[in-house]
């Protein structure tokens, strides 16, 4: 079975610095696809970026870079110049493929970050 | 518009009470699914439907069973609620091309509270 571990329970950044949360995952599979979403205090969860393990190409989405090591099975999200907003709990998730039926995500116990002024 | 919506958006109950979270999706999707976050935040599948069949069903006690009338519809009805039921519901709603890998969208969550 697929396993998603996040070994910070809480990070903070200063304003306009980079931060970087760690995600590690484990899974007999070569192909699937992994994510970072956002949940600010709102609740709302929200897709921050996606990367897909057969491309070998980092995902970027503005500010939020991945750093994805295949071989290490690691998935970590670097955010630079930093902003308030980003203050919210983080989960790294990794999509369970049933043989091309839509499957369910798999959560790591999230970062908290904070930001400070 | 609203992608996903569920309601209610809050729901404050007695122990042993029946109660219904409802969800719907405006996107056309076939796939809709529920996830539990407890109080530690720990977010996990309960159920998912493809068209209106079930797909997932995790190791969920029996007194959890979802609806879907129709594939736009699940709903989540919970009978004889217990104080470990208090958790926030989050539907979600995803393509299905094909391939097992369309992004999951989600609803605002339920905070459900059992007194």
């Given at each position: 079975a697929q396993t998603v571990t996040q070994s910070q329970p809480e990070m903070s950044v200063q304003e306009a610095e980079t931060v970087t949360l760690s995600c590690t995952y484990d899974t007999s599979e070569s192909d699937y696809y992994l994510f970072w979403y956002k949940q600010p205090p709102s609740r709302q969860m929200i897709l921050v970026i996606r990367q897909e393990a057969y491309k070998q190409q980092n995902a970027t989405e503005n500010r939020f870079s991945v750093n994805f090591q295949k071989a290490a099975k690691s998935f970590s999200l670097k955010i630079s110049d930093s902003q308030l907003g980003d203050a919210a709990m983080y989960f790294c998730a990794y999509l369970v493929n049933y043989g091309g039926s839509q499957g369910n995500l798999i959560f790591g116990k999230g970062t908290k970050l904070s930001v400070k002024p | 518009d609203t992608a996903v919506s569920q309601t209610p958006k809050y729901l404050v109950t007695q122990m042993g009470n029946d109660k219904s979270i409802k969800c719907e999706q405006n996107?056309?999707?076939?796939t809709m699914y529920w996830y539990k976050q407890d109080s530690k935040k720990f977010l996990k599948i309960m159920f998912s439907y493809n068209n209106k069949e079930l797909i997932i069903n995790e190791t969920v006690p029996n007194r959890f069973s979802p609806k879907s009338p129709d594939k736009a519809h699940l709903n989540l009805h919970i009978n004889s609620l217990e104080l470990g039921d208090s958790a926030v519901y989050f539907c979600a709603s995803s393509r299905n091309s094909g391939t097992g890998r369309d992004e999951q969208f989600f609803g605002p969550g339920t905070r459900l509270t059992v007194l």
């Open positions: - | 996107l056309g999707h076939d």
